[in-house]
């Protein structure tokens, strides 16, 4: 991931967040045996203009060709590349409750380049299970796990009001990249990442929208 994080540096958020729905029709277009794509299919794909397509493309190695467009297989390895999809990284995930489960069961992960190693908790009746093969561990072993085993990023699915607590042990304990799931606004020193993800708000979207086109309506 280092290696990858390093080439996309000044690659722009929207830019990047694209990326990996390119890289999913890609490779469905792979599947299908389908040689070559324009950016207009992509755009059309996308729903977006195909000069944005040729702009966020241009940030990768991939050189579409005249008249037929990008090579379907050269543009899967290089979206896999750039996005740093072809490297695994360790990770490990704190609170193996509701959330933390489903994680731990998502074998998308790992396609995506993530490879969960081990789960923490604090609840017995969760300790020394294993979820989707993955041991789950009293937090007290993070110390010594985090020290053994070659992991750079850290899961948080805790209580919100047990994240910071949880942060703190993931950046003492050498953790570069967190990938925050709780409400919690986590603070670390500058160099950590910090990703906030949650379903709530893509909701509080899709309410908003829903409601005003029913406003709209009447
Ligand atoms: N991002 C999202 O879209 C999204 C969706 C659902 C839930 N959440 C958030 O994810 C978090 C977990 O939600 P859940 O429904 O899975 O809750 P949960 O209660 O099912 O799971 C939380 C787990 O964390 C463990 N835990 C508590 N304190 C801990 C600590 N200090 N160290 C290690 N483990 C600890 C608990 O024992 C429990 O197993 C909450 O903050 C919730 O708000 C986010």
Redesign the pocket.
Known sequence: MVQSSKKIQGVPEPTIRRMPSYLAYAEGLLRKGQQFVSSTQIANYMNIDPTQVTKDLSYTAIVGKTRVGYEVKALVDVLSDFLGFTIMDNAFL?????????LLHDSGLSHFGLNIVAA????SS?IGKKINDIEVFH?DQFRDLSQEMNVIMGI?????E??Q??ADLMVAWGIKAIWN????RIKVPEDIIVQ?????S?LAIIFNKLHSERKEAL
């Open positions: 704190v609170g193996a409750g509701s959330l933390g489960s489903a923490f908790d604090v609840n969760t937090i948080i699915t805790v209580p919100a047990n994240a607590t949880v799931f709780t409400p919690a906030n993800t949650t379903l709530y893509n």
